[in-house]
């Protein structure tokens, strides 16, 4: 990988060169003053010399220190290597366990201990900048060459707060075999599903307790049931609880009609309904593109469909954006910043890192790439246009638990399912405020 020709810190050496230069040149044409004057401009050509190779060594000097998951860390240490090579700056990859990183970066960050750079999800941004450990990235006109959906994930109270580089969201996988067409909506995937005569008209992954509100949340939004409102700049607004109101009254009744019908099973897990897809207990399966190799490598002849809307609008996932932040006690700003916009934000990276991880990439130009080359990742393109980014407002940890356990209490039919979700949401609203 060469990431070389972009924004080198060599650059401002050569600068120092081009003053030296300079300098030389006034000395010169000074020979016919006299010898006094010659022999201080050459002390102060001489001062000048031993200033600007202070400085530079300074410019060069320094490291980066990057937390990455295994998944990233192959592609930055090439990234790295390049870097280093065009700068000077030694850049240290330490693989962490992603799902670490976001309460190690926290813990570690205010007492300097912490990374310059760490990879993460969007939705960490309100939790990392209450507790004042990200600085913003001033992404410039470079925020016009990624997906808008990225950027906007990745901006949080009107400041962008790192540098995207995948998307992803679930869509609804079909064997083509059982189902050589997309349904048009609900009612018609679960007929069609009876039609092929498997186990299963339809799979989704739900915990018995906690049912999975990440993965039915297109279905609620499908009934007008946003968790949130948004204010005017489109940013969400805790103080309205939107799925509070009457469409999600009417998704939670037909939560209870769907788990009455055995159609949403609290006994089929994930890996359960990875493991049934994949041995072709069903044509449907509502997951991401984590489960696409696995359906393949068993044989599987997938599509990827849009998510059949169950109310009468559309079915909008969520989005989740992965990216690159920066540590507001970082004490090289300028080189983590090069890293990230002049490195990690070029295409050739992007592409790179969509290529080892599988998500879409979050760069424009790579993203229509991957695209063009891929029926998957198009696929999942096409159903991300409608998704809409996880909430990242720390508010929104107040939400899961009781959203989760209410919607398992209705799926098992545990009471009336709009008092449970009256209750719920009465709940969530007392958490959050």
């Given at each position: 990988?060469?990431?070389?020709?972009?924004?080198?810190?060599?650059?401002?050496?050569?600068?120092?060169?081009?003053?030296?230069?300079?300098?030389?040149?006034?000395?010169?044409?000074?020979?016919?003053?006299?010898?006094?004057?010659?022999?201080?401009?050459?002390?102060?050509?001489?001062?000048?010399?031993?200033?600007?190779?202070?400085?530079?060594?300074?410019?060069?000097?320094?490291?980066?220190?990057?937390?990455?998951?295994?998944?990233?860390?192959?592609?930055?240490?090439?990234?790295?290597?390049?870097?280093?090579?065009?700068?000077?700056?030694?850049?240290?990859?330490?693989?962490?366990?992603?799902?670490?990183?976001?309460?190690?970066?926290?813990?570690?960050?205010?007492?300097?201990?912490?990374?310059?750079?760490?990879?993460?999800?969007?939705?960490?941004?309100?939790?990392?900048?209450?507790?004042?450990?990200?600085?913003?990235?001033?992404?410039?006109?470079?925020?016009?060459?990624?997906?808008?959906?990225?950027?906007?994930?990745?901006?949080?109270?009107?400041?962008?707060y790192g540098l995207p580089y995948s998307i992803e969201n679930i869509a609804l996988l079909r064997n083509t075999e059982l189902a050589p067409e997309?349904?048009?909506?609900?009612?018609?995937?679960?007929?069609?599903?009876?039609?092929?005569?498997?186990?299963y008209p339809f799979l989704v992954g739900l915990d018995p307790n906690e049912s999975d509100p990440y993965h039915l949340y297109p279905f609620q939004?499908?009934?007008?049931?946003?968790?949130?409102?948004?204010?005017?700049?489109?940013?969400?607004?805790?103080?309205?609880?939107?799925?509070?109101?009457?469409?999600?009254?009417?998704?939670?009744?037909?939560?209870?009609?769907?788990?009455?019908?055995?159609?949403?099973?609290?006994?089929?897990?994930?890996?359960?309904?990875?493991?049934?897809?994949?041995?072709?207990?069903?044509?449907?399966?509502?997951?991401?593109?984590?489960?696409?190799?696995?359906?393949?490598?068993?044989?599987?002849?997938?599509?990827?469909?849009?998510?059949?809307?169950?109310?009468?609008?559309?079915?909008?996932?969520?989005?989740?954006?992965?990216?690159?932040?920066?540590?507001?006690?970082?004490?090289?700003?300028?080189?983590?910043?090069?890293?990230?916009?002049?490195?990690?934000?070029?295409?050739?990276?992007?592409?790179?890192?969509?290529?080892?991880?599988?998500?879409?990439?979050?760069?424009?130009?790579?993203?229509?790439?991957?695209?063009?080359?891929?029926?998957?990742?198009?696929?999942?393109?096409?159903?991300?246009?409608?998704?809409?980014?996880?909430?990242?407002?720390?508010?929104?940890?107040?939400?899961?638990?009781?959203?989760?356990?209410?919607?398992?209490a209705i799926i098992k039919g545990d009471g009336d399912p709009v008092e449970l979700w009256q209750k719920m949401s009465e709940d969530i609203s007392?958490?959050?405020?």
């Open positions: 990988m060469n990431t070389r020709g972009i924004t080198r810190l060599t650059a401002l050496l050569g600068l120092g060169a081009f003053a030296l230069t300079a300098c030389g040149s006034g000395g010169d044409s000074a020979e016919q003053g006299s010898g006094e004057s010659a022999e201080t401009e050459a002390a102060e050509t001489t001062e000048e010399e031993s200033s600007q190779s202070e400085s530079g060594d300074a410019a060069a000097s320094g490291s980066l220190t990057i937390w990455a998951d295994a998944n990233r860390a192959e592609v930055l240490n090439e990234v790295a290597s390049d870097f280093e090579s065009d700068t000077g700056i030694a850049v240290e990859i330490v693989q962490q366990d992603f799902e670490e990183i976001r309460d190690q970066f926290v813990s570690q960050v205010p007492t300097g201990e912490g990374p310059d750079i760490a990879v993460g999800a969007h939705d960490w941004l309100g939790v990392l900048v209450n507790n004042g450990v990200v600085a913003p990235v001033e992404l410039g006109d470079a925020a016009g060459d990624f997906e808008e959906i990225a950027v906007d994930a990745w901006t949080y109270e009107g400041q962008t997309a349904p048009a909506d609900f009612d018609e995937m679960i007929q069609m599903g009876e039609e092929a005569g498997t186990e939004t499908s009934f007008g049931a946003p968790v949130f409102g948004t204010a005017e700049d489109g940013s969400y607004d805790s103080s309205q609880l939107a799925m509070a109101d009457a469409g999600g009254e009417e998704f939670a009744g037909w939560l209870a009609e769907q788990g009455e019908a055995g159609v949403l099973n609290l006994n089929i897990d994930g890996d359960l309904a990875q493991e049934s897809f994949n041995d072709g207990n069903s044509p449907f399966f509502l997951t991401g593109p984590w489960n696409v190799d696995g359906a393949r490598e068993a044989g599987i002849d997938v599509a990827v469909d849009p998510i059949p809307a169950a109310g009468d609008q559309d079915a909008q996932p969520f989005a989740g954006v992965q990216g690159f932040f920066l540590s507001a006690q970082s004490e090289n700003v300028v080189a983590a910043s090069n890293f990230l916009i002049n490195y990690v934000g070029t295409a050739e990276v992007q592409t790179a890192l969509y290529e080892t991880g599988g998500r879409a990439p979050a760069l424009t130009e790579s993203f229509e790439q991957a695209l063009s080359e891929d029926e998957i990742v198009a696929g999942f393109g096409e159903v991300g246009a409608e998704a809409v980014p996880m909430p990242a407002i720390p508010e929104m940890g107040a939400v899961w638990d009781d959203w989760g356990s209410s919607q398992a007392s958490a959050i405020d």
